[in-house]
């Protein structure tokens, strides 16, 4: 109130980013549960824990216009994926190559470990 009273304040600061628990990496094989691209199953390529969001391989495809530079004298039209947020896509379950929610298990030498909740079965780590 004071600052409304007295013409003080300015800009509120933003909280600072929070990183979310993820529950894809980079290199799994994943299906898109929502959205345009709903039923498009793809590979993660980048995962960007502070935004929630995972960039899918062909999924979200946007056309940036680009200028010539003398890097690109050409120019002309760039496709990119873009991100979309982690909730919409479903990790597939390489045993049964069915979209599964996963469970994190905890070994005895304290290594955790992805489970399949569909089919029980460890979900490996994928090699990028």
Request: no cysteine.
């Amino acid at each position: 109130m004071a600052q409304r009273m007295f013409g003080g304040g300015g800009r509120r600061k933003k909280p600072p980013a929070r990183r979310h628990k993820m529950h894809v990496r980079r290199g799994d094989r994943v299906k898109v549960i929502r959205g345009n691209y709903a039923g498009t199953e793809g590979t993660v390529l980048r995962v960007l824990p502070k935004e929630n969001r995972v960039v899918v391989e062909g999924v979200n495809r946007r056309v940036k216009h680009a200028r010539p530079t003398p890097n690109n004298p050409e120019g002309g039209r760039i496709t990119f994926e873009a991100p979309i947020s982690a909730s919409n896509v479903m990790l597939i379950d390489p045993a049964t190559g069915e979209p599964s929610r996963i469970r994190m298990r905890v070994e005895p030498d304290g290594t955790k470990e992805r489970i399949s909740v569909r089919s029980g079965n460890p979900i490996p780590r994928p090699r990028t």
